[in-house]
């Protein structure tokens, strides 16, 4: 079996006309992925369906930040995030991504939907020392409270500049209202 343990290797490139797609059930294992994001994380769809996506989750990830895109999606919203993650050959690569829900025509949770796109340096240069502050702050707080504490810290500085976590999110990205694709 594949394993994903982040070991300081090399990124892998997300080219701008890459799309990523997968596909997950309501625990968010895995039910499909398409040939880019196999080639991206380095395995074989034989060794990723029925895995819980996280297994690709990046040591750089603060876990606020899926914390938030958890309560996004149990209320019925699509998430934004600049996400690192890992590789197989334990290296990593960033991408733009978008998770929705995907229900049945009666209304009942089918999984989750992710297309991950290129994210552009600036974005990531934006989004690095959020991260890296919402680690620390997960950090002190402790495993238990410090998702929370750092999500709470998040929404308190976003809401000093007025903006929403989607709308910095997007703009950072270059999907915003002031222009970008």
Not at 64 to 82: P, Q, S
Not at 97 to 108: C, E, I, L
Not at 110 to 116: A, H, I, N
Not at 121 to 127: G, N
Request: net charge positive.
């Amino acid at each position: 079996m594949v394993s994903f343990p982040f070991s300081g290797g090399p990124e892998t490139p997300v080219r701008p006309d890459d799309v990523i797609i997968t596909k997950t059930d309501p625990q968010g294992r895995i039910t499909y992925a398409n040939r880019t994001f196999m080639r991206i994380v380095g395995a074989p769809e034989s060794a990723l369906l029925g895995r819980p996506h996280n297994i690709i989750r990046h040591p750089d990830m603060p876990r606020g930040a899926f914390r938030l895109m958890w309560k996004t999606l149990a209320g019925g919203n699509e998430f934004f995030a600049a996400v690192k993650n890992c590789t197989a050959s334990g290296g990593f690569y960033w991408v733009f991504a978008n998770v929705t829900p995907d229900y049945d025509a009666s209304g009942k949770l089918q999984g989750y939907f992710s297309v991950r796109r290129h994210l552009r340096q600036e974005a990531r240069v934006a989004i690095e020392p959020v991260y890296a502050r919402m680690r620390a702050i997960e950090q002190e707080a402790g495993k238990q409270a410090g998702p929370d504490k750092s999500v709470e810290w998040l929404s308190a500085e976003l809401a000093k500049q007025g903006v929403s976590y989607e709308r910095f999110v997007l703009d950072i990205a270059g999907y915003g209202l002031e222009g970008g694709k």
